[in-house]
């Protein structure tokens, strides 16, 4: 796999950006599919707050995750996160990790970008 070297994304709503929810989703379906067809993928994808909503039954987006996620990238999501929304037995893709596995995800990126 040819990863961005310890880049990871953050992703802490359902959607891309503020304002039309709808608008948000499209726009961060399009980029998940974009970022699968690129050479270089991010290491890590984090989820935490509401876009844990993303990687659960229903989502919109899940498609293009599961296709990132056979890419080698690897998908983490907020157990508290999930317990919150009552998600926990939702989560299609990807592995339920801690604070402190995002804290430490953050500590050792050599770029986190926030979406």
Do not use: W
């Not at 990863?3 to 990871?8: E, P, Q, R, S, Y």
Request: hydrophobic share 45%; aromatic share 4%; net charge negative.
């Amino acid at each position: 796999m040819n990863t961005l070297k310890n880049t990871l994304i953050q992703i802490t709503s359902k959607g891309m950006g503020q304002g039309d929810e709808e608008l948000g989703l499209l726009l961060l379906k399009n980029y998940f599919t974009l970022l699968a067809e690129e050479s270089k993928l991010p290491r890590v994808l984090a989820f935490y707050n509401g876009g844990v909503h993303l990687i659960c039954s229903g989502s919109p987006v899940i498609e293009q995750l599961k296709v990132l996620e056979e890419a080698g990238v690897r998908l983490l999501a907020c157990k508290t996160c999930l317990k919150h929304f009552d998600l926990l037995d939702k989560r299609e893709v990807g592995i339920e990790g801690t604070m402190i596995d995002i804290l430490e995800l953050q500590k050792v990126a050599d770029m986190v970008i926030n979406l």
